[in-house]
């Protein structure tokens, strides 16, 4: 591990930060309406960013650097490569859904989009609190006005107050706990936290205050129960293809942050933060669960879905606690494989309502979908995979997420939560499940309208749809991925 400034362990961060500005510049001078090169030349620099990332992950690149801010190791890779992929592929979603709505006037989508993942990179490889709090703001950010880039649209312009106050409260909830832990150890970098942590040389009344306002952010940034007021209304009142820009990649970053913070600095205080973990996941799946069942708005619906499933992220973290080295290695890489393979569902979700939304209407209704089957037998068959994995039925990818995050939670000795998770998940299963009724056996309501998808995006929306059932079929190579990255950066 080097300590020295190593802009090589950089370059993913470097080359966004270079590409970034080259596209605002060309956004300045470009004077098309749809704004097709700088589209193009985000794209460019998404898959370049992910072959750099992917080669220097084959080459075993790992290192600190910038006197420990930041962090490269296979986890960084992996997390990285996953936001590139989830950031592309949510740009060309939401072509034809900006273009019909006149989001790129200003041509800032693409531009905020490119900085919002810059600073979700910064979180995924920071080593130091000051790190971690610089990429959450710069991600934030760029979320904030991205969320109001329809300046004519009150409900956006609404949600993205929402969002701003709260957010500003939840970073004011991890400022507060960071200064505790700066002041309980004397120290920044995380490693560093971490070690006096178990030298038993900290305060430790000050370091438990710091876990619990620094659990309170992380679950905030997480959507989790109770702090998830802001995920529905913030969902709904987004235009789409910003809901996808924000419930997909950053949920990735958040994750590592949690990981990074949790795991790395404090894991001496894992008896502390534990339970409050198992608190939130409990209440995220109860809140999550119950209320999607009322909602006939499928935004919504998707937010509360998304409430529930972070409660089973925080179920995988609060096992490795107590399971072990090995079992922590196994319960976190479920926890990681989870988030991932929810993050592609997520895409596949929303970018369904991108698909099937058009001038003039938003397909943000479950009764929009009446009839989905009749206008588009394939279309219907990747709303059912979606739904399926989802709920966590077999043999799709939900499934075998779930299974690997009870697994451990069992040999934890959780037996009762884990039971409590089973029975929330089957009253999940009556909200998607109605989906699937909704599209293959009710009647279309008006006159049916043929999907407006290019190539592109039928292309990529049948891949994320066999991807539930390859990965739910074939899921070992990516979970010894996730443990592999566990092992190797946390040192488990």
């Given at each position: 591990m080097q300590t020295s400034f190593d802009f090589a362990l950089a370059a993913p961060e470097i080359i966004l930060l270079v590409m970034g500005a080259v596209v605002l510049l060309i956004d300045a001078v470009s004077k098309h309406p749809t704004r097709f090169l700088t589209y193009l030349v985000s794209l460019a620099t998404l898959v370049v960013l992910t072959i750099v990332s992917a080669v220097q992950w084959s080459n075993g690149v790992t290192g600190r650097t910038f006197d420990g801010l930041f962090v490269t190791d296979s986890l960084s890779h992996l997390l990285k490569i996953a936001s590139y992929i989830a950031v592309g592929v949510t740009l060309v979603y939401?072509?034809?859904?900006?273009?019909?709505?006149?989001?790129?006037?200003?041509?800032?989508?693409?531009?905020?989009?490119?900085?919002?993942?810059?600073?979700?990179?910064?979180?995924?490889?920071?080593?130091?609190?000051?790190?971690?709090?610089?990429?959450?703001?710069?991600?934030?950010?760029?979320?904030?006005?991205?969320?109001?880039?329809?300046?004519?649209?009150?409900?956006?312009?609404?949600?993205?107050?929402?969002?701003?106050?709260?957010?500003?409260?939840?970073?004011?909830?991890?400022?507060?706990?960071?200064?505790?832990?700066?002041?309980?150890?004397?120290?920044?970098?995380?490693?560093?936290?971490?070690?006096?942590?178990?030298?038993?040389?900290?305060?430790?009344?000050?370091?438990?205050?710091?876990?619990?306002?620094?659990?309170?952010?992380?679950?905030?940034?997480?959507?989790?129960?109770?702090?998830?007021?802001?995920?529905?209304?913030?969902?709904?009142?987004?235009?789409?293809?910003?809901?996808?820009?924000?419930?997909?990649?950053?949920?990735?970053?958040?994750?590592?942050?949690?990981?990074?913070?949790?795991?790395?600095?404090?894991?001496?205080?894992?008896?502390?933060?534990?339970?409050m973990l198992l608190i939130l996941a409990v209440l995220s799946l109860a809140i999550g669960n119950i209320t999607a069942i009322a909602q006939s708005n499928f935004k919504r619906m998707l937010a509360y879905s998304t409430i529930s499933h972070m409660g089973f992220v925080l179920l995988g973290l609060s096992a490795g606690v107590v399971a072990g080295r090995e079992g922590s290695a196994n319960a976190y890489g479920a926890a990681l494989f989870y988030m991932i393979t929810y993050v592609l569902t997520t895409l596949g979700s929303f970018g369904m309502v991108l698909l099937l939304s058009r001038d003039g209407f938003e397909c943000d209704k479950i009764d929009d979908l009446k009839g989905l089957n009749r206008r588009s037998p394939w279309h219907a068959f990747i709303v059912l995979l979606l739904m399926v994995s989802l709920t966590g039925l077999p043999p799709t990818v939900g499934f075998y997420a779930k299974l690997a995050v009870l697994q451990p939670l069992i040999q934890a000795g959780h037996v009762t939560i884990a039971v409590i998770a089973v029975m929330f998940s089957l009253i999940g299963a009556f909200y998607y499940l109605r989906v699937v009724k909704v599209v293959y056996f009710d009647e279309p309501v008006g006159e049916a309208q043929p999907l407006r998808a290019t190539c592109a995006q039928r292309g990529l929306m049948s891949i994320n749809g066999a991807l539930l059932l390859v990965l739910g079929l074939l899921p070992g190579g990516l979970m010894a991925a996730c443990i592999h990255a566990i092992q190797t950066s946390l040192g488990l």
């Open positions: 939401g072509r034809i859904y900006s273009q019909s709505r006149d989001m790129l006037r200003g041509g800032e989508l693409y531009v905020l989009a490119l900085f919002a993942l810059l600073g979700q990179m910064v979180m995924i490889s920071a080593g130091n609190l000051l790190s971690i709090y610089l990429g959450l703001e710069l991600m934030s950010l760029a979320l904030y006005a991205l969320i109001a880039v329809r300046r004519d649209d009150a409900t956006a312009t609404e949600a993205a107050m929402k969002y701003f106050v709260l957010g500003a409260l939840a970073s004011g909830f991890l400022l507060y706990g960071m200064s505790m832990i700066y002041g309980a150890t004397g120290h920044l970098d995380l490693q560093q936290v971490g070690e006096v942590i178990a030298a038993g040389k900290a305060q430790k009344l000050a370091l438990v205050f710091g876990v619990v306002f620094i659990v309170a952010g992380l679950a905030f940034k997480l959507g989790a129960a109770p702090f998830h007021m802001w995920v529905p209304d913030v969902y709904d009142g987004s235009p789409t293809a910003v809901t996808l820009l924000l419930g997909a990649a950053p949920k990735l970053a958040a994750f590592a942050m949690t990981l990074r913070v949790l795991v790395e600095a404090l894991h001496g205080l894992a008896t502390d933060w534990q339970p």
